[in-house]
């Protein structure tokens, strides 16, 4: 575990725990109380001084990386270059170069690298979207009250906006239902100064076809979270698409990235689809000029 992050204490941790095939091995933190706390917490055995330190631990297979968003490509390149293997939190990078960089790192140093997008492999979205037929169009939506001015998603610096928070999964959702986009245009509404972000962000997409989806990100409305798609023969909704608790997505998360590095297999949500996310995220980001 690189960072004594909210999520890796809340979810991932007892989902490595609980898993058939992992086993928490070190924690490093840049405040080594924090690290002591988080290890004693989950019966991590070794607290490494500093994430270098980690990644040089023998026993240390695979790494987490649940850092700020600015911080996924360095620690991810400097994992792989150490011959760990890499899950990484969303979104993979700050933008498609970052992710393909990452990638190519990856690649170079023979591990595998995979982004933590857990509610791919849940079951209620798995089987929602295999159930659709003739899919029209895609309205998703991921937003909530973020009310911690000292959290990291309000700092341009460390990566923070909506759209890269919440927006990388309902594109994601999009794409995954209707393809690559061919066509986009968006709007948004940024907090103020120069490192402020985009708090909330609205998006149109075209695909081949003609089909269309509505996506949207805020860090400034109720917790709201849909999806609803129009077919050629009716409309289907999803509720809470992106947080299905039962089965727990994190341990099916870190189960099948376990198996892919002990089986010697390519992960299952493999580097190019992160890399095709980002680039919408990208347009996403011109077309509403916040990049
Ligand atoms: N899949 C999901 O369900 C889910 C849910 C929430 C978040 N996430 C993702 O998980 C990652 C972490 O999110 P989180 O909410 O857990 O964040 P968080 O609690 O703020 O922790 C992020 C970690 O990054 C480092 N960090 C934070 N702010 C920093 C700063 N100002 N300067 C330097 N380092 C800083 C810290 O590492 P140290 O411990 O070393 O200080 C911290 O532990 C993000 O990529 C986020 O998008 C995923």
Redesign the pocket.
């Known amino acids: 575990m690189?960072?004594?992050?909210?999520?890796?204490?809340?979810?991932?941790m007892p989902a490595i725990r609980a898993s058939s095939n992992g086993r928490l091995v070190a924690v490093?933190?840049?405040?080594p109380e924090?690290?002591r706390a988080?290890a004693s917490r989950h019966s991590v055995p070794v607290v490494s001084p500093t994430?270098e330190a980690l990644l040089q631990e023998p026993d240390v297979d695979a790494v987490y990386?649940?850092?700020?968003?600015s911080?996924?490509k360095e620690w991810a390149l400097r994992a792989a270059a150490a011959g760990k293997h890499v899950l990484?939190?969303?979104?993979l990078g700050m933008n498609a170069a970052e992710a393909e960089e990452m990638g190519a790192g990856a690649e170079r140093a023979g591990v595998l690298l995979m982004e933590?997008?857990?509610?791919r492999f849940h079951p209620r979205p798995r089987d929602f979207v295999a159930g659709l037929r003739d899919a029209m169009y895609v309205n998703a939506t991921f937003g909530f009250t973020l009310q911690d001015p000292?959290?990291?998603?309000l700092?341009r610096k460390?990566?923070g906006g909506a759209l890269?928070?919440v927006g990388?999964y309902t594109v994601s959702v999009a794409r995954w239902i209707l393809g690559e986009p061919v066509a986009v245009a968006a709007s948004a509404r940024r907090s103020d100064g120069p490192d402020g972000v985009d708090l909330t962000v609205g998006a149109l997409l075209r695909f081949a076809g003609g089909t269309t989806a509505s996506v949207w990100a805020s860090f400034e409305g109720p917790e709201e979270q849909e999806l609803t798609v129009v077919t050629k023969g009716g409309r289907e909704r999803l509720e809470r698409p992106?947080?299905s608790m039962q089965p727990n997505?994190?341990q099916l998360m870190v189960e099948s990235f376990a198996a892919s590095v002990l089986g010697g297999q390519p992960v299952a949500l493999p580097v190019s689809d992160s890399v095709a996310n980002m680039k919408v995220l990208d347009w996403i980001a011109r077309e509403a000029t916040i990049s």
Do not use: Q, T, W
């Open positions: 690189l960072g004594a992050a909210g999520i890796a204490d809340s979810d991932v490093a933190s840049r405040d924090r690290a988080i994430y990386i649940p850092l700020h968003h911080a996924h990484c939190e969303k979104p933590a997008f857990m509610y000292a959290n990291f998603r700092r460390l990566g890269l928070d990388c992106f947080s997505p994190y």
